[in-house]
């Protein structure tokens, strides 16, 4: 199983920018997938997350302002990020929970990185 990570960039602060992650390989269903992010000298937090089912979570700092959604049919995670701030700047990783086929165990797995700055 890979994930592949697309859409990091540079932006202005208050713009926007948007992130996709695709999932492929043997896989039999995705249980959970979200978006981490490290900035430097920090450690890896959770950004937002989202279930098969849909229900999502976020994390307090980007409430209001981020939105992750997901298409099942082509085991893909977005993250749309709107209002941008400095303290946005990190690398965002893409996170999945995967049952492959043949496996009944569960396995986490990560994408490999995209740069998001936020500056001026």
């Known amino acids: 199983v890979v994930l592949v990570e697309s859409g990091g960039g540079l932006v202005q602060p208050g713009g926007s920018l948007g992130l996709s992650c695709a999932a492929s390989?043997?896989?039999?269903?995705?249980?959970?997938m979200a978006w981490y992010r490290q900035a430097p000298g920090k450690q890896r937090e959770l950004v937002a997350g989202i279930t098969s089912g849909g229900f999502t979570n976020y994390a307090d700092s980007v409430k209001g302002r981020f939105t992750i959604s997901r298409d099942n049919a082509k085991n893909t995670v977005y993250l749309q990020m709107n209002s941008l701030k400095p303290e946005d700047t990190a690398v965002y990783y893409c996170n999945a929970i995967i049952r492959t086929t043949g496996n009944p165990h569960p396995t986490d797995y990560w994408g490999q990185g995209t740069q998001v700055t936020v500056s001026s």
């Open positions: 390989g043997s896989i039999y269903s995705i249980n959970y």
